[in-house]
């Protein structure tokens, strides 16, 4: 079985510093990779994936994560962090065999951002 | 369009009550997904459903769960009756059918917090 370890429960950094959020994961075959973030009384919205292909991708609200496979790593990135950032971070790994959608989550990691 | 609507957003209620939650998936999405988010587990997913089909729900905990989906626009998650450990937000998650740019890509209602006392 898949799964997906998020070693920072929470994470502090100032407004404009550059961000890096860790994940790893466990699975034999080639994983589908994802991060999702939940504001506050939000649900989940999913910032950006890998599938195949190019190792470095590229999410919405300037995210950016790179799948590593020697190290089983997923870590997402921004180079620049706004207040409007902080928010949990929970990134999945997920199998589809086009009619098995499940997707293991992390523990998540809680984001804050001082001025 | 709208999003997946969860209701009600709050629920209190006392131990051994019924609790129904309810959810309207985007018109279209063939999945639905309902997840439990704890502090102590994190998020679980509990039961999905295709095509109002329940597919997998060997993450429901006991039998006092239970989900259904008797229509494409609209499914339920009854706890009967209802323990404090129940206390939790549950979401629900519709998506389109699997394909390379879909695959994963759930979109989450708000939740609903549930505590039972």
């Known amino acids: 079985a898949q799964s997906v370890t998020q070693p920072d429960i929470h994470i502090t950094v100032s407004e404009g510093a550059s961000l890096e959020l860790r994940c790893n994961y466990s699975?034999?075959?080639?994983?589908?990779l994802f991060w999702y973030v939940q504001s506050p009384g939000q649900g989940l919205q999913l910032l950006l994936k890998y599938f195949s292909g190019d190792t470095l991708v590229q999410g919405i609200k300037g995210f950016e994560a790179e799948f590593k496979r020697s190290q089983s790593s997923f870590n997402l990135r921004k180079p620049s962090v706004h207040w409007s950032d902080a928010a949990e971070y929970f990134c999945?790994?997920?199998?589809?065999?086009?009619?098995?959608?499940?997707?293991?989550f992390g523990t998540g990691t809680r984001l804050t951002i001082i001025p | 369009d709208a999003g997946v609507i969860q209701s009600p957003r709050h629920e209190v209620t006392e131990m051994g009550q019924e609790v129904t939650l309810r959810c309207k998936p985007i018109s279209g999405h063939d999945y639905l997904f309902w997840y439990r988010q704890t502090m102590m587990r994190g998020l679980e997913l509990l039961i999905y459903f295709n095509n109002n089909v329940p597919i997998d729900d060997s993450g429901m905990p006991e039998d006092r769960f239970s989900a259904k989906m008797p229509n494409a626009s609209f499914s339920t998650l009854k706890i009967q009756p209802s323990e404090p450990r129940d206390s939790a937000v549950y979401f629900c998650a519709s998506s389109l059918p699997p394909g390379l740019e879909r695959t994963g890509e759930l979109f989450f209602g708000e939740g609903s917090r549930l505590t039972v006392l």
């Open positions: 699975y034999g075959a080639t994983p589908y």
């Open positions: 999945a790994v997920g199998i589809s065999n086009f009619g098995n959608e499940k997707l293991t």
